[in-house]
């Protein structure tokens, strides 16, 4: 080696050694400035994604490998930066800046996306500098291998193959590993998903982009067998929330246990005040029976059905169809109808019903409940003058949504999943959409409308039916019972006074009001957790009201002035 070439090596190891933190970073910043501009121009060309695939990542690998042969082999500078202490420490600190900006940016969202989520200028920023996609970014993979090749370097720098190194060699090696394994997983794995009953296996998966099923299936080197399925869910403790006005927004203020909520809060300094009076793990309004004068109600029968651990209350109401019947212990329904039925009614009763398919409209700021019956292909008028107009595009008795083929379909003739598409039709303007209704989900069409102001649909499937083998009809203005069979007249017999048992049916007690409603009482079905509601009174000067608060419910529950609100959470 010559005078000259050891006064250069000399000057390389002085300047290694004078590396600072600092100025490492720099060193990063440029590097990440270059691949990022060599990334971009990728993109623009249409050929990001070949940097992008596994034969581009390959070729990192490889040109990283030779490059580190070289760096070894020669001894340059660059080896002695690669090998400095401050310059690992600005790597595994770099990497792990844009490892925690990968889980603070939404990932592989498009820039309309970005811009719905952060605003504009900052989605730019996010989108062009590369956060939007770190994972999967050329800078952020050559930040890996160079990582990688460091903490190689190192370990052949300081010989930690001898035996008194082997815990330096195993520390770095780890990290090494850990590196190839997150490349690896990076670049060439996948995500999937499949769809799985109990008792069902696969041995392929449908590839998902940004949390969205594509159509490529992708097969796999083993199969999954799903043996059983269970949900595990653990009580959560709910607070309440209070928050303070603040420009546009709320700005969290303090924050309450239900079981400290239950003496009165004060909020500064508007005077109000609020206190928990009861918290309802699993809400739900119980229903209380009240009679009423005469034309206000309906008429309602009130009974006691079994006898013993099983006894149980039933309301039926009368000409309300989903509540004027209920099953008795001994095997058959009971009919609650106010007024006697007619020779002709009571004959239809003995006739098989035709199936039917009825779908309701009902827009609440325009337009009362409409219930229609429906044949696939029609086209019917709603609303007052014909304001939408809706067609029955198909009926799928068995409704299933086939994932690989992307599309509804049925898995029989049989009416097991009844579903009907649809398009309705604002006649004013011409707007147009498609909805699917679900007989077993009748609220599936109703949460398409416009929040609060579109139209409601629901479906309801009726099957054909045959005459009940046997049924009960209770006649209340008459207090009489017939006791059909077959839809024929079995037995007719008069009901015994209110309160006493009806021999031979089941029901040990009843009562017989001609105008009656129910009265709605929260309550809790449960005391697990599934639907919290706590119940809120609030004081402001001489005026207390109580109000529900929900968790699941969007809006918060503003208080007087609406310079505060609470929130169930």
């Known amino acids: ?158 010989k930690s193959w001898r035996v008194l190194e082997w815990g330096n060699l195993l520390a770095h090696a780890g990290i090494v590993v850990i590196l190839i394994g997150a490349f690896i997983g990076y670049f060439f794995g996948f995500k999937g998903m499949m769809d799985l009953h109990v008792g069902e296996s696969s041995d392929s998966a449908v590839a998902t982009s940004s949390g969205m099923g594509t159509e490529e299936v992708r097969p796999l080197n083993f199969t999954i067998l799903l043996e059983d399925f269970s949900i595990e869910r653990y009580n959560p403790e709910y607070l309440i929330f209070l928050y303070e006005k603040s420009g546009e927004g709320f700005n969290p203020k303090s924050s309450f246990k239900l079981e400290d909520a239950k003496d009165w809060v004060p909020v500064e300094p508007g005077g109000a005040q609020f206190r928990l009076i009861a918290a309802y793990p699993d809400f739900y309004f119980a229903h209380e029976l009240k009679e009423t004068a005469a034309g206000t109600g309906k ?41 006697p039925l ?29 219930e229609l019956e429906i044949k696939v292909g029609g086209e019917y008028s709603l609303g007052h003058g014909g304001m939408y107009k809706l067609k029955v595009l198909q009926y799928l008795p068995d409704f299933v949504y086939d994932t ?14 009844p579903a009907l598409q649809v398009s309705l039709t604002e006649t004013a303007t011409g707007a147009s959409e498609e909805r699917w209704l679900f007989s077993k989900v009748p609220e599936f069409g109703k949460i398409h409308g416009q929040a609060g102001a579109g139209p409601e649909l629901s479906y309801e499937y009726r099957p054909a039916q045959a005459p009940l083998a046997k049924e009960l009809l209770i006649f209340g203005s008459t207090r009489e019972a017939l006791e059909l069979e077959a839809g024929k007249i079995a037995k007719r017999f008069p009901l015994p006074p209110d309160g006493q048992a009806v021999p031979a049916t089941g029901i040990s007690s009843f009562k017989i009001l001609a105008a009656a409603e129910e009265i709605q009482k929260p309550s809790t079905r449960s005391e697990q957790w599934k639907n919290p509601v706590a119940e809120i009174e609030i004081q402001q000067g001489a005026t207390v009201v109580k109000q529900f608060l929900s968790s699941g419910h969007e809006q918060p529950l503003y208080l007087p002035g609406e310079q505060y609100a609470l929130a169930l959470a």
Not at 133 to 151: C, E, K, R, T
Not at 303 to 322: D, I, M, R, T, W
Request: glycine share 8%; hydrophobic share 50%; charged share 20%.
């Open 404 to 417: 690989e083929a992307r599309k509804a379909a049925t898995r029989s003739e049989e009416p097991n999943n």
């Open 1 to 158: 080696m010559t005078e000259v070439e050891k006064g250069s090596e000399v000057r390389a190891r002085q300047q290694a050694n004078n590396l600072t933190i600092s100025s490492c970073i720099y060193i990063l910043l440029t590097l990440w400035l270059a691949l990022l501009i060599v990334d971009r121009l990728a993109m623009s060309a249409g050929v990001g994604g070949l940097l992008r695939s596994g034969l581009g990542q390959g070729i990192l690998v490889v040109a990283a490998a030779v490059l580190g042969a070289l760096v070894w082999k020669t001894r340059s500078r660059l080896y002695r930066v690669l090998t400095a202490k401050p310059f690992a420490v600005a790597m595994l600190g770099w990497v792990l800046a844009m490892t925690i900006l990968g889980t603070l940016f939404i990932q592989n969202g498009s820039r309309e996306e970005l811009s719905q989520v952060y605003g504009q200028g900052l989605a730019g920023l996010i989108y062009y500098s590369g956060f939007n996609d770190i994972f999967h970014s050329l800078w952020f993979g050559g930040f890996l291998v160079l990582l990688a090749i460091s903490l190689i370097l190192v370990v052949i720098k300081r």
């Open 342 to 370: 007619s020779p002709e009614e009571l004959a239809a009763l003995s006739q098989t019903r035709a199936p039917a398919q009825l779908v309701t409209f009902e827009k609440k700021d325009c337009c009362p409940k409409q």
């Open 299 to 339: 008429p309602a029968l009130e009974l006691e059905l079994g006898q013993g651990p099983a006894k149980h209350s039933e309301v039926l109401f009368a000409g309300v169809p989903e509540r004027e019947s209920a099953e008795l212990a001994v095997g058959y329904p009971a009919r609650f109808v106010w007024e």
